[in-house]
């Protein structure tokens, strides 16, 4: 009985997050401005982050990314956004790469199946070489349709992402907390931060993705809990008993590994990044959220790691 009274909420939430008003219902909180205790670079002193604007993202540095870039650059680092295709030449400045939930633009207002990949065989190609050569790619493919539009980059990687919506059915919801406490959030140089004060025991992800990884020595840093499920729908919040789906637990939200001299972070869920108003009601949802106070450190953490800081 307790699934199907979950199936029942998230078929209620379809009705308010459809393809033609999830963009609507998602604001940037453009007030939102966390303080930092020890910046890790004066400010534009740091390291390039180039942001991926060239894939139709639905997260870009003057939109729903917003609060994300805001944050970077107070830790001194130079942000842009990128809307060119990937080529060699293209990233050889850049420290880090940030792709936040891409599409191809068949999928633009219409996130149905098919999902092709957002990346053409020689983007991909160049991306894989550029980490391989020492570059670090910050990865965020979150619920269907951008897993799907992300596979093919992300199997470069050794990760296998679920095209679907992945739901914490111990707690009846889609909204997870990751512990240290419980083990879901791991103990790892990004969680443990510069010293007491950077350290992360908590983190809260809103819906997302379920995906494995493959490569060697990759290390999880978001499992998810058991009997966590993936539920794979054909178009994007519409739900219901036949709708397919898949157990995830022990499953990764999150994770980090490196590849050739380069290093790469992958997360399956992108609100928790992002600082937004959501909503009818405009309620706080990522960074902003009350239910999210150790996020902001976290994705201080996780650059820190991608650039060598930690």
């Given amino acids: ?52 604007e060239a894939h139709t993202n639905f997260h870009t540095t003057d939109g729903r990314y917003y609060a994300f870039a805001r944050l970077l650059r107070r830790d001194g680092y130079v942000v842009r956004g990128v809307r060119t295709p990937f080529t060699r030449q293209a990233l050889a400045d850049a420290r880090v790469l940030v792709i936040a939930n891409a599409l191809h633009a068949s999928n633009d207002q219409n996130w149905t199946l098919p999902t092709p990949s957002a990346f053409s065989p020689e983007e991909i190609a160049a991306v894989e070489a550029w980490v391989r050569d020492g570059g670090s790619l910050l990865l965020i493919a979150d619920h269907m349709p951008f897993p799907g539009a992300a596979a093919d980059l992300a199997a470069a990687f050794g990760v296998v992402m679920g095209n679907g919506f992945a739901y914490d059915s111990t707690e009846g919801e889609s909204k997870m907390r990751f512990a240290r406490g419980d083990g879901s959030l791991a103990d790892h140089p990004v969680t443990r931060g510069r010293g007491d004060a950077e350290r992360v025991d908590s983190v809260f992800a809103f819906t997302g993705q379920a995906f494995r990884v493959t490569a060697p020595g990759a290390e999880p840093l978001m499992t998810l809990a058991p009997g966590s499920v993936l539920l794979l729908p054909e178009v994007a919040w519409q739900f219901s008993a036949a709708t397919r789906r898949e157990r995830v637990g022990g499953q990764q939200q999150g994770a980090v590994l490196r590849h050739g001299r380069g290093r790469v972070a992958v997360f399956g869920e992108a609100a928790m990044f992002s600082a937004q108003r959501a909503g009818p009601q405009r309620q706080p949802m990522g960074m902003n959220d009350p239910r999210a106070p150790q996020n902001v450190q976290f994705l201080l953490n996780v650059m820190h790691w991608l650039t060598g800081v930690l």
């Fill in 1 to 52: 009985m307790r699934t199907i009274r979950w199936i029942s909420l998230t078929t209620c939430m379809a009705a308010l997050w459809t393809t033609g008003t999830a963009g609507a219902q998602q604001v940037a909180d453009s007030a939102f401005a966390p303080s930092i205790a020890q910046p890790a670079f004066a400010e534009g002193a740091g390291p390039l982050v180039l942001v991926d």
